[in-house]
């Protein structure tokens, strides 16, 4: 409402420029400026990101990509007792004899929430927890491209799904459950393998407590997500400690880890604007973190 409200003051000013020059015509109706304001409509940040997940075949291409070198990857784990891809350190020894499991990401992983990001644009406002719960409760969100291939492939070769999403237990574990199936993933009977954040039996904020609960009774093959969250704990931090976490595990990529694009939200911008002061206006704070030194 400020940026309409700046630009019809700036549109009335050239509107009293114009009289002054033009003093026998007739000042131009309000409801002009107004339709001039809402052709110029105001910039928001997520503008293009969301439209390059909605609407640009680069976007979808990129996602079908990566679940086929999922798929390719999955045929040799399978066939590789000693392959796990839980970070060094997490699994339990003796995972060589378990079942096979995979464990991902729900959101902009599997699942696509753009036409919620695509409402915060519209609206021209930010993200809000009451508009969150009112989508995840429509149950309405889509399938990213190649996602439900893979998973009913996973599936079909007998290995299991986990679904650790930091949606919050046990409000939004119904609804993200019933989406799930909807979309043709494949969800357990008793959908016990579905953990939200704040599962009685993990209840950790980070993902690291529920991937040891997967590990006690599987070998963990793969892992997906958007966010480098849904690999590694501790990513909370500045850019370059996100760097250094990752830096071991250059070579897992595309082979253990699948990492979806997600230029709409995540952990990344609070990375950069860790780098500010408190009192920086955030989007410059994001702006100085530019570079163009190269
Ligand atoms: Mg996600």
Redesign the pocket.
């Known amino acids: 409402m400020k940026l309409l409200r700046a630009g019809l003051a700036a549109l009335t000013l050239v509107a009293l420029g114009a009289c002054t020059t033009a003093p026998s015509r007739a000042p131009a109706p309000a409801a002009a400026a107004v339709a001039a304001v809402e052709a110029a409509p105001p910039a928001h940040d997520n503008l293009n990101a969301t439209l390059w997940m909605q609407s640009s075949a680069e976007y979808a291409a990129t996602a079908r990509g990566i679940y086929a070198a999922a798929k390719r990857s999955l045929d040799q784990a399978l066939e590789d007792p000693n392959w796990n891809a839980l970070p060094r350190g997490e699994s339990m020894s003796g995972f060589e004899s378990k079942p096979p499991a995979i464990i991902a990401?729900?959101?902009?992983?599997l699942i696509d929430n753009s036409a919620f990001q695509a409402r915060a644009v519209i609206e021209d406002r930010g993200y809000t927890r009451e508009s969150w719960v009112e989508w995840v409760q429509a149950r309405d969100a889509r399938a990213i491209p190649g996602a439900v291939e893979f998973a009913q492939y996973a599936d079909s070769r007998g290995v299991t799904i986990f679904y650790v999403?930091?949606r919050d237990a046990p409000d939004e574990y119904e609804a993200t459950v019933a989406n799930l199936r909807k979309l043709g993933f494949p969800v357990a009977a008793d959908a016990s393998n579905v953990l939200l954040r704040g599962d009685a039996r993990a209840p950790a904020r980070e993902k690291g407590e529920r991937r040891r609960y997967v590990d006690r009774s599987y070998r963990v093959v793969q892992m997906f997500?958007?966010?480098l969250g849904?690999f590694l704990d501790g990513i909370n931090s500045d850019v370059a400690t996100r760097q250094q976490l990752m830096a071991p595990y250059a070579d897992w990529w595309g082979v253990r880890w699948f990492m979806?694009p997600?230029p709409t939200y995540?952990s990344w911008p609070n990375a950069v604007l860790r780098g500010c002061e408190k009192d920086t206006n955030p989007r410059a704070c994001l702006r100085s973190a530019l570079r163009h030194d190269y």
């Open positions: 990401d729900a959101d902009e992983t999403t930091n997500g958007d966010n849904d979806l997600n995540g």
